[in-house]
C-alpha cells in the first residue's frame, strides 16, 4: 500500500507535538516509545536503582519516561529533546525532573564526564547523524556509564517500506553500528531481539487508536486519524513480517 502525496503530507510528524500528543492520548502516558512501562521496566533491568546516579533520557519527549525512572528512584534523570514545545510541556507537567531542550549533537557543550546511565527510547532511529550522536553521547559519559539503546532495527540492504516515508528514520543496522560504537569508544555489552513486544505494541496502539478514535478526531481531524491508523499499520505489518525489528543494544563507556 502506498499514500499518496498532497500538499498536506508535511503537515503529519510523528515527532511533531501533535503526533506525541496523540501517541500520549492513546498510551495513557506522555510516552512515544512502543512496550510503553513495560518497556520501561525491562530496560531498567539493565542498570541498579541507586538514588544517587545521573541519568541523562535522551529524546525524552513529552518527558513521561524520565519522570517514571525518576519517581521510581532510580536516580537523579535530566531529559534532552530538541522539540521545544514538548520539553516546555514536559518542564510544567513534571516540574521535579529537569529539561534541556536541544539536540543531541550539542552535548559536546555539556560538562563532560557527567552521566552514569544514559538510554534512548526509541529515538536514536530519528537522529540524521547516528555516529555524531554516539560520539556526543561519549562525551557526557564517564568509564564504565551504562548506555541503553531500545529502537527499531533492520537487517543490511533490507528496503523500508514507501508508507513509512522518512519517519521511519534510520533503523539500526548492527554491522555499521557495532563500528560506530567501537570508535566512539563504547563497548557492546549485550543486544537482545525485542520484535515481539515490538509487534504486540503495535496491534495494541492500533486498538487503543480505535478505542480514542472520537478524541482524536475532535481534537485533531479526520486527516490526522487516517494518517496514525495507515503508518502504525504499515509498521505493524512490517515488523510481524521482521522487514524492521526491535531490539535493545547495552554498552558501557570505555577509556
Known sequence: MEIETTDKRPEFRLNSPQGKAILALARGGDYAHPGEVQAMEYVSLHFPAKETLHILDVGCGRGGSAHWFQSHHFGHVTG??????????????????????????????WDTAS???IYLLNSFYAFPDQPLALQSLRNVAKPGTSLLIYDYTK???????RELGTEIGNPIVNEDFAIWMESSRWKIVSVVDLTDLYNESYIQLLQKFQL???E??????????DFIMMWYGALQKALSIRIIRGGLFTAVAVE
Open 80 to 109: 534532552l529533546d530538541i522539540d521545544q514545545a514538548s520539553i516546555q510541556y514536559a518542564q510544567t507537567r513534571y516540574p521535579g525532573v529537569l529539561f534541556k531542550q536541544g539536540d543531541v549533537s550539542q552535548l559536546a557543550k
Open 115 to 117: 552521566f552514569d546511565v
Open 155 to 161: 537487517k543490511p540492504g533490507t528496503p523500508l517500506p
Open 212 to 214: 480514542k478514535r472520537a
Open 216 to 225: 482524536i478526531l475532535h481534537s485533531w481531524g479526520n486527516d490526522w486519524y
